[in-house]
């Protein structure tokens, strides 16, 4: 059976380290989609049209990586695409207590759907969006951290604050 | 001594693993008493009313449990009605800086009640309120993770709004 | 039912973190068996004997404490003597994953016997037999960490050598 | 490209939790390979040739599975048999810094290898091939962690000692 | 080079760990400038003034401590001050993903500047600002975990409210 | 008061880690003393005087460095020479446990004496000596993980076995 994945997250926004894991899942999967979470109750810094034109702009050149939003449960979003892998990354740096609870969740709603766990590079095991958008919020330089054209969106989002 | 224990929590809702527990300590102590927090500062999905009437119906069965709700500090609580031990769940994926930081303040305040950990049944290890809210947030089924009332509840709260 | 403990370990030897935990123990349970490990593979620098006795001189205030060896499953101890609590320190330096796997396999073995864990002193959460046994090895003082008695027995165990 | 995957071990026995990951890893991957680590300066309970014969019996209607034996590096094993995937099982319960170290250290030597982290049925997070034979060894039933076959001969084992 | 340290934090209010980190900074630095964190997106309970005073009260007799505040980037606010060390607390129960996070993201920033942690004594080891508002709030006592200025302030704060 | 530092440890051998370390602790200190523990009861695969020589001749350009070994407790050590800093590694993948029992024991030993923890640079987080001599035992190359002479050193010390 070919192994085709979805990788959900927030992406709010794309990060260096999220850009790694995306090319190893490309190498990995026949076909890979990153899904970007949309739910009403959370407050993001970029909107789902935003954050899905800046993955797709740095991601153009993998053929078989798709772009898209969802809205429910992950394992609703990967039945009805047919997909039957779930990527996520796993830093040494990480929240594993939210990712063993989402794995297993999921796998309780569907059994056929595995979760793989796969390490970005070294260089970017420290990187989150979370602190990006800290970093950005006070006037750091984020450039080791997101691709150049993220950089930029951060910036004016917030000095247009 | 006769062992009399606490259980806080903020139960919004129970869930499956929370009645675990309650039926181990309802095996290990001679009286047991669920205690739910309502802290005004906090915002609950259920009402303090709803979440005893919950855990009620579910317990009823269990002659040495009561349920009740307390809005300050759990140790003087415990004093008011001569309980001796704080009752916590440990599961293998927790938030074990919280569980410490209370077991020993709690320590400090009340050196002679003494909190006591017990591991919930496997198959609940991974289930949390916040995540049971999460998932039927987005529509999907959280029946394997709470009683069926509850679940019926939870169905009620997110699609009324 | 009334709540009759086991606490098992290999106390090789006694620290004041296990004295610590067994006076916790004994105020918690009606009975209180500190049941000392014996496993012919593996070399432990006091005898079953000499450990008993280490133990009996240090809790002889105790009333309801007992000590004993045992040398197959802890849970067939238990079963053996009416005991239905295993009893284990949990530290904020500890190694959760060996707790855990005892935990979670002993319930395998005897439903009925539950583990609760409990946190000794805060000035107890670093001390370990095996760290005890380093510094008096070279020649430190251990005096902070184990009863008098048991200081001499280390150092004359070393000097010996 | 086709993930080929090898899962590296010393099952020493094989456990339920690793047969558990060995189907998993059967229907992610176009083929499978289960290699036993032979290290000359580590001694085992069970012979190479034991080992692999009791991974057979329990997989032997997974067509895309194989059993092998190897003795130097990992990712040496993989070259060799062009293999491009290496698996591993992750537990909530597990030593991290053990696996995050050779995840990254394999990677250091073959950057075209993925490691990949699966976890095993829920039931089995806490199953070690340690923890076993310790149980084994003091005539405790092991029947809940191995399958018929491997109790039989860790029984064997260890009463002929 | 002299050794010349900048501690930040939120110090929302000054806890007893906090000033036993100042002190042991004091003997370790020829100068160490305590750092109030005044970031505009995030609510403090107390305003930046009031922390200053409340920290310059305690460390008033400490010849070579200064406290000030700032609202960028840590290590900008080093370079400014020509500050070579950013000094932080190390506790076994504590947040190590931001701790590790912030300290490798620093060094991004400023590879001159080295993060070195260091303990609090053990009695500190649990404290934390965020628990002790959440005491104070519900009415407990935290003279035990704050100077008597603070307990007071801290009374004031909640019942004015 | 100046800061004198001892940096303790096997060096079992020394790795690029441990030089990274080194010249970090060179940096921040006045003087910085190599200190490497001998200690009869450990097997280790290169003697004092080699673990020595390895260490000064890749610290010879660091003129505050010094190179030692000790044989019982660090701050035994620490107090003869006059030292009052204890340097150690901290890594995101690290044996925290004993870490911070051997720090909170020093610190009983002898509370003049501060441990201070300083990150690695981010490629050596995941590098130790006992893995290396895993890898060179079954033939790998640990050229990215040490200096070229221990290479060739532990290179010839398992082919000569």
């Not at 809205?71 to 939210?98: C, H, M, Q, W, Y």
């Amino acid at each position: 059976m070919a192994m085709r994945a979805v990788y959900p997250g927030s992406f709010d926004p794309v990060t260096l380290g999220h850009l790694d894991l995306i090319q190893r899942g490309s190498r990995l999967f026949e076909h890979l989609v990153v899904a970007i979470g949309v739910n009403a109750a959370k407050t993001a810094l970029f909107s789902p049209e935003e954050r899905v034109a800046m993955i797709r702009a740095e991601t153009g050149g993998l053929k078989n990586v798709d772009v898209a939003t969802f809205d429910g449960l992950v394992v609703d979003f990967a039945k009805a695409r047919g997909l039957n892998v779930i990527l996520r990354g796993l830093r040494t740096i990480s929240d594993f207590e939210t990712e063993f609870q989402m794995a297993l969740t999921n796998r309780t709603f569907a059994p056929d759907i595995e979760t793989v766990f796969v390490m970005p590079g070294e260089k970017f095991q420290f990187i989150s969006s979370r602190l990006i958008k800290e970093v950005a919020q006070v006037g750091g330089s984020v450039a080791a951290f997101v691709p150049e054209a993220v950089a930029r969106a951060l910036k004016g989002r917030f000095t247009s604050r």
